[in-house]
Nanobody, 123 residues
Framework: VQLQASGGGLVQAGGSLRLSCVASGRTFSSHVMGWFRQAPGKEREIVAVIGWSGVYTYYTDSVKGRFTISRDNAKNTVYLQMDSLKPEDTAVYYC?????????????????WGQGTQVTVSS
């Protein structure tokens, strides 16, 4: 599985962005998908996870109520809608895929990584 992320950019606080991640291969629908982020000088952290069917979702506390993860298995794409953005959301965002059941992911759980996309939120 190869992952191609896009949609990052510069936005003012309170604004919105939608990240997309397109996966190659015919097994996308069987993979758990997630979004991680890494700010300068910080460890990579999980932001959101979605199970293969879309029923299971997880959000880290700092983004609950502001971010929404979704997937379209017909398009091999996972999305991260980010609303009410804050300067502390500034980071490089990475999409990730792994096998198994929907669950909270750590970086060591990830089988496939996409390239990062920069999100910068100005105050």
């Amino acid at each position: 599985v190869q992952l191609q992320a896009s949609g990052g950019g510069l936005v003012q606080a309170g604004g919105s962005l939608r990240l997309s991640c397109v996966a190659s291969g015919r097994t996308f629908s069987s993979h758990v998908m997630g979004w991680f982020r890494q700010a300068p000088g910080k460890e990579r952290e999980i932001v959101a996870v979605i199970g293969w069917s879309g029923v299971y979702t997880y959000y880290t506390d700092s983004v609950k109520g502001r971010f929404t993860i979704s997937r379209d298995n017909a398009k091999n794409t996972v999305y991260l809608q980010m609303d009410s953005l804050k300067p502390e959301d500034t980071a490089v965002y990475y999409c990730a895929a792994t096998v198994g059941y929907g669950r909270v992911l750590a970086p060591g759980d990830v089988r496939y990584w996409g390239q990062g996309t920069q999100v910068t939120v100005s105050s």
